[in-house]
DNA sequence: TTGGAAATAGTAATCATTACTACTTAGGAA
DNA sequence: TTCCTAAGTAGTAATGATTACTATTTCCAA
């Protein structure tokens, strides 16, 4: 893979926030910095990426796909706020090393998307 | 809900199957039982179901949706073969539970989706 | 029955994503 | 440094899954 200032742009994108953006929020970010970069560019670069490993795609939070950071974690959907968490590692139990104990399938990773109801809205509704 | 024949053919073909169906599917074996029912009123019907949580949509296997059944379990995906596998709920961790316990988030619904090599791929490749 | 809300077939529209094309650039070899 | 060429890009067209629309039909409670 060559170097690419586009390339470049769209990952730190990614690596430097706490959000799950989508193509077209890269896009725009993206474009403050290179004005004139293609929307047909993001999306093949989010593939590459993908495709090397360096950022995760989302397809399960709503009718657009999203992306992510590539560290294991999970995601948290609050049905009262909307909001989309990340849980740590720390959170979230072993399930791979479970899962290859009691099935025989050799897990090499783990796509966790949970819906509830977050901490903070509990508190402040009493739920 | 109105009863309608057409969601309760849509509806027995999901819940008499194995399988992960994309609508397009559906529409197809459907067809072979009302020849003339609309793919719209597939899409239609089956949105209805997800919505009154009759049956679970699935976006994180490619690029189209997919539709299930509603009883917990997570999907594995094998690296190797492709296949889908239901792994049922005795094969995964009690991951609501953690959470909860952990994060103080109440989990009300989860969907995990595990990759790797299966059983099977293992034995005969020997993985 | 019958009135009206819900459902449907058939078709058109939407829109996120991918494909295409002519042009540019990174980066290795000479 | 200067070529060479495979990889990258901008801009735009095409694709295709899903949704919206419309005239018509059907369910079902009063």
Redesign the pocket.
Known sequence: ???????ECIFKRIKNSYDHP???MIYEDVRKI?P??????V???L??LVEEGYIKKITNLD???HYDKKDMHAHMRCLNCGIILDLEKTMIPNIAEYVEEKSGNRILSQELLLTGICKECRKKENI
């Open positions: 893979m060559k170097y690419s200032d586009r390339r989508t193509a077209e290179i004139n970069i293609s929307l047909g560019t999306y093949r670069n593939n590459q009718e657009n796909a």
